[in-house]
C-alpha cells in the first residue's frame, strides 16, 4: 500500500531535533580587503535559475534582493515581518503572511507540520543566540535551512531562503561572487550534510575575499 502525504513524518520536527545538535564547523577569516565584488553571485544566482521563461518573477527577486542588501546595511534585524516585505515583492501580492495548512516539498517527499505556535518559534530562531559564538558561515546556514524547513510562506521558500542568506552575509560586510555551489537538495534530517553546507559556504567567503584582494592589488 502507497503511503500518501498525510502519513508522511513531520519533517520540521526531525529540523528542529537535529538543530541544536550539529556539530557546526570551526572558521577563521582571513585578513583580506574588503569591498564590492566585481560580480554580485546572488544576483547572478537569481537571473540564471529564474531564466529568461520568468522575465517578471525574476525582475521581482532582483528587486526584493535590493530591498534585503539596503535592509542589511541599516543594521535591521532579520524577522519574519522583514522577510515578507521581501516577499510580497517577490510575489507580487499585497497579502503576504505565516502559511496556514502544512506544506510540502521535493515532490511531496517532505511535509512541514503546523502547530499553534509554529510562527512563534520560527520567530525566535531567526532570532537565535543560543550559540553567540557560532562564526558567519554557520549562522547564514542555519538561517537559510530554517527557512527551508519551516516553510513559512506559501509560495516561494527557496527563494526566500537564499534572500534571507544574502541579508546574514550583507550586515557583516560579505558579499559572494559565486552562489551556485550552494544549490542542492537538503535534507531536514541531514545534521552533516548542514555541517558541510557551512564549510562550503566558508570557503566561498574566503574566495570572494581573496578574488576581490587580488583584483585590488592588480
Known amino acids: ?13 526531525d529540523w528542529l531535533r537535529i538543530r541544536p545538535e550539529i556539530s557546526w564547523p570551526s572558521w577563521r577569516r582571513a585578513c583580506f580587503v574588503w569591498g564590492a565584488p566585481v560580480r554580485d553571485g546572488f544576483r547572478s544566482f537569481f537571473m540564471t535559475t529564474r531564466g529568461e521563461g520568468d522575465s517578471e518573477g525574476t525582475a521581482r527577486v532582483l528587486t526584493a534582493l535590493d530591498l534585503a542588501f539596503t535592509d542589511a546595511e541599516q543594521g535591521q534585524p532579520l524577522t519574519f515581518t522583514l522577510m515578507a516585505k521581501w516577499q510580497r515583492t517577490v510575489l507580487g501580492h499585497d497579502l503576504v503572511g505565516f502559511r496556514t495548512m502544512p506544506a510540502f516539498a521535493k515532490g511531496g517527499r517532505e ?7 509554529t510562527q512563534a518559534l520560527f520567530e ?14 554557520s549562522r547564514a546556514v542555519r538561517t537559510y535551512l ?14 526566500a531562503a537564499m534572500l534571507a542568506l544574502a541579508f546574514v552575509l550583507a550586515r557583516e560586510g560579505v558579499l559572494l ?20 553546507l557551512a564549510v562550503l559556504l566558508g570557503i566561498l567567503i574566503t574566495a570572494a575575499e581573496r578574488h576581490l584582494s587580488h583584483g585590488r592589488r592588480s
Open 124 to 137: 525566535r530562531c531567526l532570532s537565535d543566540r543560543s550559540q553567540p559564538d557560532l562564526p558567519l558561515p
Open 1 to 13: 500500500m502507497t503511503s500518501g502525504p498525510c502519513q508522511l513524518k513531520d519533517s520540521l520536527a
Open 146 to 159: 530554517d527557512i527551508l524547513f519551516f516553510h513559512p510562506f506559501e509560495d516561494g521558500n527557496a527563494r
Open 111 to 117: 511535509r512541514y507540520g503546523l502547530a499553534p505556535d
Open 177 to 196: 561572487d559565486q552562489v551556485h555551489p550552494l544549490q542542492a537538495t537538503r535534507w531536514a534530517d541531514d545534521a552533516e550534510g548542514a555541517a558541510d
